[in-house]
Nanobody
Framework: QVQLVESGGGLVQPGGSLRLSCVAS????????MGWYRQAPGKQRELVAT???????NYADSVKGRFTIPKDNAKNTVYLQMNSLKPEDTAVYYC??????????WGKGTQVTVSS
């Protein structure tokens, strides 16, 4: 089993920055990737960014150049550094972890609100 705990959400003005954190615990020997999804009100959950164990990254077109996904393997933590935030980035952000056996785990989510 794997547990994921997100933190770092909040209210920020347009153009501002936030950093989300996700700490993983449990059986971490079979991680294939970690990442972030988000879900805005009335919309489907969508990919934001993922990072594989080998370091390959994948970003949604809407966040390329603004968001990055650093990872600290020693702390079993993945981050989402969000810069130049826009109102359309407002959503609940979920951390996800995928295993080599094909299982996916999700955190409970953290709210990010971009508003003046």
């Amino acid at each position: 089993q794997v547990q994921l705990v997100e933190s770092g959400g909040g209210l920020v003005q347009p153009g501002g920055s936030l950093r989300l954190s996700c700490v993983a615990s449990g059986n971490l020997f079979i991680i294939s990737h970690m990442g972030w999804y988000r879900q805005a009100p009335g919309k489907q959950r969508e990919l934001v960014a993922t990072k594989t164990s080998s370091g390959s990254t994948n970003y949604a077109d809407s966040v390329k150049g603004r968001f990055t996904i650093p990872k600290d393997n020693a702390k079993n933590t993945v981050y989402l550094q969000m810069n130049s935030l826009k109102p359309e980035d407002t959503a609940v952000y979920y951390c996800t972890l995928g295993t080599t056996l094909g299982y996916n785990y999700w955190g409970k989510g953290t709210q990010v609100t971009v508003s003046s």
